[in-house]
């Protein structure tokens, strides 16, 4: 595997549900980032790690749950989601969080 | 809080012909500013990288311009090809800050 990875690509979950989607980095970058894109709306940073430390949360509401326990991975816990939640969620990393960022492919997220 | 710009939000154009994607940002206190290709339903790639203190940045057929006291940048394409259809997403980082701003996007149609 090269660059950014995320999983599951796609995930369909009721309001009830618990989920995580998963982003993995083969750059050796120790920044890592989570994006929400919904329609019509433009791309919204949710968290910043770096160093494996929360270093930004753009008033998330607590339904979303980040965690990385190392500089290669970073998860986001889903709980109790509203159907408002469905979108493109996009993971990137980047060297030293100042340089050029790199995405993963995303995970399209459907709330029922 | 910084505000980012895309005009137009969707253009189309034929083969061959040449054309320039346009980016302003409200707040001139920028670190880069970073260009990205994204293709419907996938991940963001990174085009283009422009520090604060760089005037333009060239790839192949792309070249981005920054004019940070204006708060401008643009995105030439040269003889633009069908695998050119994409959406174009212009990013800036401020200052001490982790976070990218995303404008909205222009959608680009080349037809062959």
């Known amino acids: 595997e090269t660059g950014v990875t995320q999983t599951p690509r796609h995930l369909v979950m009721g309001m009830t549900n618990k989920k995580s989607l998963k982003c993995e980095q083969h750059l050796g970058h120790n920044a890592m980032y989570w994006y929400k894109q919904s329609a019509k709306k433009p791309l919204e940073l949710m968290f910043v790690?770096?160093?494996?430390?929360?270093?930004e949360n753009n008033s998330v509401p607590s339904r979303f749950s980040p965690e990385c326990p190392n500089s290669s991975h970073l998860f986001l816990h889903l709980h109790t989601l509203q159907p408002e939640d469905s979108a493109l969620y996009l993971c990137?990393?980047?060297?030293?969080?100042?340089?050029?960022?790199?995405f993963g492919p995303g995970t399209r997220l459907t709330v029922t | 809080k910084q505000e980012v710009t895309q005009i137009p939000a969707a253009l189309s154009v034929p083969e061959g012909e040449n054309l320039v994607l346009n980016c302003s940002f409200t707040d001139s206190a920028i670190y880069n500013l970073q260009w990205f290709r994204q293709d419907p339903g996938k991940g963001l790639t990174s085009l283009l990288l422009?520090?604060?203190?760089?005037r333009e940045q060239t790839s192949g057929r792309l070249n981005a311009s920054l004019d940070k006291s204006s708060g401008r940048s643009t995105l030439y394409i040269a003889a633009s090809q069908p695998g050119d259809s994409a959406t174009y997403l212009c990013?800036?980082?401020?200052?001490?800050?982790?976070?990218?701003?995303f404008g909205k996007g222009t959608k680009l149609s080349v037809i062959p």
């Open positions: 422009i520090q604060s203190s760089q």
């Open positions: 990013a800036v980082r401020g200052a001490g800050s982790y976070q990218l701003t």
């Open positions: 990137a990393s980047s060297q030293e969080g100042w340089e050029e960022q790199y």
């Open positions: 790690y770096s160093l494996e430390e929360r270093v």
